[in-house]
Each structure stands twice: as structure tokens, then as C-alpha cells.
């Protein structure tokens, strides 16, 4: 199979894993902090794939790798949080401090509008699997892609 085919692929499943992840927010399952964070390096990777379209040159699929992989490893840390075994950003977590963080205005405020939703709590899962642990490991299967396309001929 050809390079450009492959970061096509790549870029396509990047694809499919981010419009999954705006299918279940359409569904009510409001993303977290670090599901946006794992949400950029599938945008990056899509826009590889335009780039590989037309120049399907061996730094394009490097670089597709690195954003599968960054997204992977993100997905790997909060599904971590998520299971306790480890601490989560402040910000997002239920070890943070509490309301310290906000205004005497921010607690009075009625018009917010969306609640903060915690990164240390599971909303969804398959198979003991939350939508982090899921995109872990189908990020990491982009990776193999990726490099398969770093690896083979250029058309």
C-alpha cells in the first residue's frame, strides 16, 4: 500500500475518532478537560492528512505518529485518573481545592453556561473501557499506521 493511501487512512481514522467524540457530546455527554486536550492532536493529524494527500512525504507521516501518539498517551494519563491511580490536573479532578479557585461573583452567577465536568469520573464505558481508555488504544493502533506509512513508498 502506498504512503499517501496510508496517511490517508491515518487521517481518516483521526477522523472518525473526533466526529465519535462530537456524536457523544451531541448526545449529552459534555467533554471534560482533557477530552478536549485529546481532541487537538486528532485535529493536527486530520490536517496531516490533507497535507499527505498531496505531498505524501515521510516527515508528514512522522508527524501524524507523533499527534496519534501525543493523543494516546493523553488518553492513557486520564484514563489513569479516571481508575484513581493517579492524580488529575486541579482544575478537573476531585482533589482540587474545592471552590478556591472562584470569585465571589462566579458563585453568586446563575447564567453559566455549561457545568464543569469532572475528568475524574467515568460517564461512559465498554467493555471496562471509559471513552479515554478507547482512544487510547485506537490512537495507538493510528500510530502503527502512521509509521507503516513513514515506511512505505511514496505513491
Not at 486530520?46 to 508527524?63: M, N, R
Not at 494516546?72 to 471552590?99: M, R
Request: hydrophobic share 55%.
Amino acid at each position: 500500500m502506498s504512503r499517501r493511501s496510508l496517511i490517508l487512512i491515518a487521517a481518516g481514522g483521526s477522523f472518525a475518532l473526533l466526529a465519535g467524540a462530537f456524536m457523544f457530546q451531541a448526545l449529552g455527554y459534555a467533554p471534560c478537560q482533557m477530552c478536549l486536550w485529546q481532541r487537538w492532536p486528532h485535529a493536527g493529524a486530520i490536517v496531516l492528512g490533507a497535507v499527505g494527500a498531496f505531498a505524501p512525504l515521510a516527515a508528514v507521516a512522522v508527524l501524524g505518529a507523533l499527534a496519534a501518539f501525543t493523543t494516546g498517551a493523553i488518553g492513557v494519563f486520564h484514563a489513569g485518573v479516571e481508575w484513581k491511580l493517579w492524580q488529575g490536573p486541579s482544575s478537573c479532578s476531585g482533589g482540587a481545592g474545592g471552590l478556591s479557585g472562584l470569585s465571589g461573583s462566579d458563585l453568586l452567577s446563575t447564567d453559566i453556561s455549561e457545568t464543569l465536568v469532572m475528568c475524574d469520573e467515568i460517564v461512559w464505558q465498554f467493555l471496562g473501557l471509559s471513552m479515554a481508555g478507547w482512544n487510547a488504544v485506537f490512537s495507538f493502533a493510528l500510530v502503527a499506521v502512521w509509521i507503516a506509512a513513514w515506511r512505505a513508498r511514496p505513491v
